[in-house]
């Protein structure tokens, strides 16, 4: 469970904000993202993976919430208004989305992240809020804000970022920390080939989650300070964050102090789920037993919206026809007729007919799995219709001349492929 409260009396989270930047496309995921950002990817049979972020704000306290949007995000948009358009301004609530709309200039869009917060000061400066905690949309953990929050107001932060422990062989591909003994940032070093230790475990370095905390009327002087430099690139990672280190007092908050645990939870979650083995991995996981993920957590829900669907329908039982799974994730409005699905999560409305056989598959809302198909290790895209007596994970050359297969041996299966097949 998260860390005790401090002696702060009330809660900070209460007059904060949380600006999530979800404008990327997260082009490592492929075909995935070709018609979705990467926050609006399904995750976990229910889920967009930009639930998190905003489950994570509301459990938090947090109730004014801004979302910047830019690469294709018409789907993540018809999301959050389907899912999160509960709050009320009669309660000091907001969830504003904060599309690129050339407001500062017509020829401007998102230049970067940095910059998808400068655009909207205006929207900020209307609600007032003390502290802003700024999020990137394309995590997946469970995380309680207010604990960063009461750490940067006790150390007199001028920016907290929240960090994560990775080995320090592992962290070559983060944003990585060198702090003193205090938490004190001494550098920050993006993607170092010598990722410094941490001073209480060195060989173990301290990477940036992209979470930052920041009082309101700096954070908006420092944007403005930064929208001025012509040489800067916009970016927090690039720009912000280095400037305020050697000019500031900048704070790591350790993720181990307020990430969110329920008991069936044994270590600290967080995954960077931005490469197709990686997404594949992280969903499969839920399969578990015991997951390293507890979606069933009821004291920490992830919020999504809720399609109405009837439940999951399992017909047929003669031998060698009998619908059934084993250590697997059924969602709403899934039949499962006369086939076998094991360690594999159907999202909603997936149908699998009679003979098909799945093994390791994610398979996203709406599929249809024609008779005799056997699929193993695979990512089936939304609304993909996969043919009769296809057979994918049994021979390499073959799905690689087919799909996206990765070096792991996962193949990401969309409709335009499966069209490809028939000329």
């Keep these: 469970m998260p860390a005790a409260a401090s002696t702060l009396s009330a809660p900070l989270a209460r007059s904060a904000m949380a600006y999530v930047l979800a404008g990327g496309r997260g082009s490592r995921l492929m075909e995935l993202t070709d018609i979705r950002a990467k926050p609006a990817v399904y995750f976990g049979g229910k889920s967009r993976i930009i639930d998190f972020a905003l489950s994570n704000a509301l459990n938090s306290g947090i109730r004014r919430i801004g979302v910047a949007t ?17 709050f009320r301004p009669e309660r000091n609530e907001s969830f504003d989305i904060l599309p690129a709309s050339q407001r500062v200039s017509e020829h401007q869009w998102y230049a970067g992240t940095a910059d998808a917060v400068f655009q909207n ?44 422990e990775v080995p320090r062989r592992e962290a070559t591909g983060f944003g990585v920390m ?15 080939v010598d990722p410094p230790g941490m001073p ?4 173990m370095a301290l990477a940036s989650m992209g979470i930052y905390a920041f009082e309101t009327g700096f954070l908006i002087d420092q944007l403005r ?14 720009d912000i964050i280095p400037y305020l280190v050697k000019h500031g007092n900048a704070v790591a908050h350790r993720f ?19 490469t197709v083995d990686a997404y594949w991995e992280a969903n499969i996981d839920l399969t578990q037993a015991s997951p390293a993920l507890d979606l069933y957590d009821r004291d920490w829900p992830i919020w999504t919206y809720g399609e109405i669907v009837p439940p999951a329908k399992f017909v047929h039982d003669v031998d060698g026809r009998r619908g059934h799974a084993v250590s697997s994730l059924v969602s709403g409005g899934c039949i499962v007729s006369g086939s076998m699905i094991r360690r594999s999560l159907l999202f909603t409305g997936v149908r699998v007919h009679s003979y098909a056989v799945l093994d390791g598959a994610v398979v996203l809302p709406y599929a249809v799995i024609n008779r005799l198909a056997r699929l ?35 193949c990401l299966i969309t409709q335009p492929m499966i069209d490809r097949l028939g000329g």
């Design 70 to 86: 830019q690469y294709k995000a018409h789907s993540l948009i018809r999301h959050m208004q389907r899912g999160w358009n509960f």
């Design 121 to 164: 000061i205006d929207i900020i400066e209307s609600y007032a809020p003390q502290h802003i905690v700024l999020l990137a949309g394309d995590h997946v953990y469970k995380m309680d804000y207010e604990h960063m929050l009461q750490q940067h107001v006790e150390q007199r932060a001028d920016v907290t970022v929240a960090c994560f």
């Design 178 to 192: 060198h702090v003193d003994s205090t938490g004190r940032m001494l550098s920050f070093l993006e993607k170092p």
């Design 200 to 203: 209480d475990k060195p060989d």
């Design 225 to 238: 300070r930064d929208a001025a430099d012509q040489h800067s690139a916009r970016d927090f990672g690039r």
């Design 256 to 274: 181990s102090d307020s990430c969110v645990r329920s008991s069936a939870e044994i270590a600290a979650y967080w995954r960077d789920v931005g």
């Design 376 to 410: 193993r290790n695979v990512i089936i895209d939304r609304g993909v219709v996969i043919p009769e007596n296809l057979v994918v994970g049994e021979d390499p050359d073959a799905d690689a001349k087919r799909f996206r297969r990765t070096e792991r041996g996962i």
